[in-house]
Nanobody, 121 residues
């Protein structure tokens, strides 16, 4: 199993970024997928999840209305569109998957290496 994130970078507050995660080594279209982030000095925290068929999504409260999770099963790719970014969104963002629907980061089985997002003026 491989998960490879990209799309991070430095952006000013109020700006936007689109993260991507390309999956390989498993049947992507059968799995729930999630984004998790870890800020410096803090524990990993769940950000968002999406059903295998995109029929349901969920977000942590602090990103609702600003972030949008989506996926393209034909391309084995997970996305996170992040708008109106705030300094508190600064973190390393990981895509991850588990065998069941969960927002507990301890239950995720597979992880990518992450992509760094820095929000600063």
């Amino acid at each position: 199993v491989q998960l490879q994130e990209s799309g991070g970078g430095l952006v000013q507050p109020g700006g936007s970024l689109r993260l991507s995660c390309i999956a390989s080594g498993f049947t992507f279209s059968n799995y729930y997928m999630s984004w998790v982030r870890q800020a410096p000095g803090k524990d990993k925290e769940w950000v968002s999840s999406i059903y295998a068929d995109s029929s349901h999504t969920a977000y942590r409260e602090s990103v609702k209305g600003r972030f949008t999770i989506s996926r393209d099963n034909a391309k084995n790719t997970l996305y996170l569109q992040m708008n109106n970014l705030k300094s508190e969104d600064t973190a390393r963002y990981y895509c991850a998957t588990a065998e069941w629907w969960t927002d507990s980061v301890d239950e995720y089985t597979y992880w990518g290496q992450g992509t760094q997002v820095n929000v600063s003026s």
